[in-house]
Nanobody, 121 residues
């Protein structure tokens, strides 16, 4: 059974940092790209970043480019989302997903349960 477990969310002040983790199991981890998305209340789901299966290619949305990074550890079957210089508008539920290194949700087949990030001003 494919499982993705997102964790690491919490409450942080503006300007602070958080590192989210996406622990994967049930599939050959280094065969798949992993993406991060978020959804704020009343807003559509937003693609943030993805990393290729081997980790050699990374992509970022303009809204997070330069502030977020997406390292992966293929030994630990985990992808991270390192978030720096957080802003109140980063407040959302964050999801990781397994699939191709695309920028839309339909390119991903399996999703984690989400972790809440709240940035206070």
């Amino acid at each position: 059974e494919v499982q993705l477990q997102a964790s690491g969310g919490g409450l942080v002040q503006a300007g602070g940092s958080l590192r989210l983790s996406c622990a994967a199991s049930g599939f050959t981890f280094d065969n798949y790209a992993i993406g991060w998305f978020r959804q704020a209340p009343g807003k559509e789901r937003e693609w943030l970043s993805c990393i290729s299966s081997g980790g050699s290619s990374t992509y970022y949305a303009d809204s997070v480019n330069g502030r977020f990074t997406i390292p992966r550890d293929n030994v630990k079957n985990t992808v991270y989302l390192q978030m720096n210089s957080l802003k109140p508008e980063d407040t959302a539920v964050y999801y990781c997903a397994q699939g191709r290194d695309g920028r839309v949700g339909s390119e991903y087949d399996y999703w984690g349960q989400g972790t809440q990030v709240t940035v206070s001003s």
